[in-house]
T-cell receptor, first 109, second 112 residues
Framework: GQNIDQPTEMTATEGAIVQINCTYQTSGFNGLFWYQQHAGEAPTFLSYNVLDGLEEKGRFSSFLSRSKGYSYLLLKELQMKDSASYLCAVIDSNYQLIWGAGTKLIIKP | IAGITQAPTSQILAAGRRMTLRCTQDMRHNAMYWYRQDLGLGLRLIHYSNTAGTTGKGEVPDGYSVSRANTDDFPLTLASAVPSQTSVYFC???????????FGPGTRLTVL
């Protein structure tokens, strides 16, 4: 079966750095997305990786290793507004998007 | 403002009733999707449409139907609602099946 694993919940301190991991076992791979979802709101796009390596976008970076079936989202200089759920999703060989259950990130002052 | 809208925002429905959730996008995206999101389970795909006139079944299609008569609209119908269909429903669209998906604000549905 297809599976995407993320930690259920993480806690970090304002101003710090946090890394949210995502491991996947899917039938093929055609790209990986990270989305942010604030409580009671819709998911919003953060990043897309299809090749190995690090993609940096301001305070957020996303890394991919296709051989290890692994990605992480790195958030720097954490702000209170970064408190949200972070969703990892993989496009499989049938071009279907497979979603992880999400990681709830709690930022403490 | 370009984007994707859903209606209603929330609804309480008696079991056995028929309900249509509406979704409209003005981005001229080819692909559209319906998801349900339940606590601890993440997003699950109900139905999708890769282009106007075509639809496909997702992971949890039972009890739901969709139509795609034109590019902009993708309504989701519950023919006879059951309490297990209580959930938050998100509509999304993308330029193609592998592009970034953009989500509507969601419909919170409670079936009693």
């Amino acid at each position: 079966g297809q599976n995407i694993d993320q930690p259920t919940e993480m806690t970090a301190t304002e101003g710090a750095i946090v890394q949210i991991n995502c491991t996947y076992q899917t039938s093929g791979f055609n790209g990986l997305f990270w989305y942010q979802q604030h409580a009671g709101e819709a998911p919003t796009f953060l990043s897309y990786n299809v090749l190995d390596g690090l993609e940096e976008k301001g305070r957020f970076s996303s890394f991919l290793s296709r051989s290890k079936g692994y990605s992480y989202l790195l958030l720097k200089e954490l702000q209170m507004k970064d408190s949200a759920s972070y969703l990892c999703a993989v496009i499989d060989s049938n071009y279907q998007l497979i979603w992880g259950a999400g990681t709830k990130l709690i930022i403490k002052p | 403002i370009a984007g994707i809208t859903q209606a209603p925002t929330s609804q309480i429905l008696a079991a056995g009733r028929r309900m249509t959730l509406r979704c409209t996008q003005d981005m001229r995206h080819n692909a559209m999707y319906w998801y349900r999101q339940d606590l601890g389970l993440g997003l699950r795909l109900i139905h999708y449409s890769n282009t106007a006139g075509t639809t496909g079944k997702g992971e949890v299609p039972d009890g739901y139907s969709v139509s795609r008569a034109n590019t902009d609209d993708f309504p989701l119908t519950l023919a006879s609602a059951v309490p297990s269909q209580t959930s938050v429903y998100f509509c999304a669209s993308s330029r193609s099946g592998t592009d970034t998906q953009y989500f509507g604000p969601g419909t919170r549905l409670t079936v009693l």
